[in-house]
């Protein structure tokens, strides 16, 4: 025991020590760390309460708040309910005027359909005069036409024809004078050349013979000669040859111009045959054309004929609808100004009623259905066409005039309770009236009192009441006594009360 006593006294080395400050440093770190837990839980408690209680107040707030807006807000819709009372009585006179506007143009619009109805017949009957002179016009016009165009076809064939046959003897004649032009010309020119051809072959032979004997010494002189001679024949057979030429030119313009009217007279011949052939469909045509127009003029007269009859017709169905039709315009007349004087007579009625209006009744005109939601929900839901009786579809007819039958009604139990309380008024003044009466007769002396009944005035311990005698029994037919009634006096009923 001593000896560990020892050991433990010994002194900490410089690494002990630190390590044990480290631990210590580590425990506080620890602890502070627990400390700002600790703390921020507490601060995240706190601030749950506050959100909670601010929730809580904002709700007071807001309902606090939405009473004030409640308020203000009935304040504004009784501002716009009376507002729209007066733009509702506005609007009502406004639709009477239109009303009274569209009747007036309705009354415009009668009038002016029987106007347009009596111009569109004029107009029909011009159109169809109209129709007939145009038809008769149209056929004058092709009938001159026709005439006109077969005299014009048969002037333009005989001039055709005409025109042709001359035509053709011209191009005979002129074949002819050519061929003959041409075998003349060459006859001419084959005779020329033959016998040029002779004198230049004579006229050679006689040099022929002549250049033999004075061959070796007048050759050059004979080159010369022949030279002057080939020059002198081609001199005089140039013109020839070029007339001859120009002649071949000629024959070949000839035949060529002979190949072209050949061709443009098998052209015409060709055209002519055409030409009779379109003359015979044109003709064919015309006949098929003016067999259809006269199956149409038929058609045409025909439907005409039909037209008229219903013209007719209609003119007599349009009278007597006319003739009706001005019948119940008179008397819809009648009736819509009775309407519109009942109309009239119940605005002013109504304006002067709205004078005597309350405030209840200018803010809520329409009271509420009597029915219980339940029964509202059956009837709106109810299928219109589950209603069999009379009744009952006429209340399905008119119920957009409930509002109407509302306020109607309301003025109607407003009147009869009215005079229900009038007739009890009345009765409650009668007797008070009687009361007074009694009374005064109680409390004064007169002639009137004198020579009446009065249980209350006793002279010599005698009243002037009759003695009552036995009743008599009632007969059929009798009038009941009069019923008398005992009165107290409210003065005597209150001396003795207090």
Known sequence: MSKKGKKAKVPLSDEEQLLLFQQKLLAEEEMAKKKERLLNQFLKDKLAKEEHNSALNLNKINTQWRTVLREVKTR??????????????????????????????????????????????????????????????????YNMELEALT???ETERKTIIDQHEKEIHYLQDVFMAMEQNYIDSEYESKLEFQSMWDDLKNKNLEEKHFLRLQLENIVEDLWRRFQDALKNYTDATEDRKIAFETLKVKDEKSSKEIEVQMKKIQKLQDAIIILKGKILVHSRESEEQNQDIRVDKELVLVQLRKLKAQRTQARGIAQENLVKLTLESSATLKALREIVDKGEKILKLAEICRKF??????????????????????????????????????????????????????????????????????????????????????????DKVLSQLNPLFIVNHRSNLPQLLPAPTAQPGDRKPPVTHSIIEAAHVVSHTL
Not at 112 to 127: C, E, F, G, N, P
């Open 76 to 141: 504004e819709l009784h501002k716009d309910i009376e507002i729209l009372s007066q733009t509702f009585e506005r609007v009502v006179d406004c639709k009477d005027s239109v009303i009274k506007s569209l009747a007036k143009d309705l009354s415009e619009a009668e009038e002016q359909y029987a106007h347009a109805l009596r111009s569109h017949l004029h107009s029909i009957d011009q159109l169809l005069a109209l129709q007939r002179c145009r038809l008769n016009l149209l056929e004058e016009n």
């Open 357 to 446: 209006e309350t405030e209840e009744e200018k803010v809520l005109p329409f009271y509420s259905s009597a029915l219980t939601p339940a029964e509202q929900e059956e009837i709106e839901t109810m299928d219109p066409e589950e209603f069999k009786e009379e009744l009952g579809k006429v209340i399905m007819d008119y119920k957009g005039m409930e509002n109407f039958w509302k306020r109607y009604n309301k003025v109607k139990l407003e009147q009869l309770s009215l005079r229900h309380r009038r007739v009890q008024l009345l009765e409650i003044n009668e007797k008070l009236r009687e009361m007074l009466r009694q009374y005064l007769d109680g409390i004064s002396v007169n």
């Open 151 to 153: 005299k014009e076809f």
